[in-house]
């Protein structure tokens, strides 16, 4: 009986745990997006998002909802590669809050000609179809 116990015990550790394989497939996603950037591409940037309605960024003006306002909010305030500058994250945390999501908690920091802004942001990630996706950012 008590052999049984443990297998159960590790087959429900192996379900909730996540591979590193998942956690380098979100680093990627960062890592992607941060290339796109620095070639002055949103619109490859943007591919790490949700493209949905429900894709929610809040920023210094507040909440976003959907991909394509997001979309436009970049190009808006990032018009050509002088403004976009150069990223670089510094990632802090990668924590599993379920199989299918992730919670991120990170820096970024734009260096460019004039300015060098810097701030944080928190990430929620959800694999959909097989591939992690930013749904939630919250970057100040």
Do not use: C
């Not at 940037?45 to 894709?55: C, E, F, I, R, V």
């Not at 379920?98 to 920091?109: E, M, N, T």
């Amino acid at each position: 009986m008590n052999n049984i116990l443990i297998v159960l015990l590790l087959v429900t550790l192996k379900v909730s745990a996540q591979s590193p394989k998942d956690r380098e497939a979100i680093l990627n996603v960062l890592e992607q997006q941060r290339q796109a950037w620095n070639k002055g591409d949103v619109e490859k940037y943007m591919q790490g998002y949700w493209k949905s309605d429900s894709l929610l960024f809040v920023g210094k003006n507040g909440p976003t909802y959907g991909w394509q306002k997001t979309l436009d909010n970049y190009k808006k305030g990032y018009p050509d590669k002088a403004a976009m500058g150069v990223l670089t994250f510094g990632i802090k945390k990668v924590e599993f809050l379920a199989k299918d999501k992730a919670f991120v908690l990170g820096s970024w920091h734009l260096q460019r000609e004039k300015d060098e802004p810097k701030g944080y942001f928190t990430l929620l990630l959800k694999k959909i179809n097989g591939l992690w996706k930013v749904i939630v950012d919250h970057s100040s």
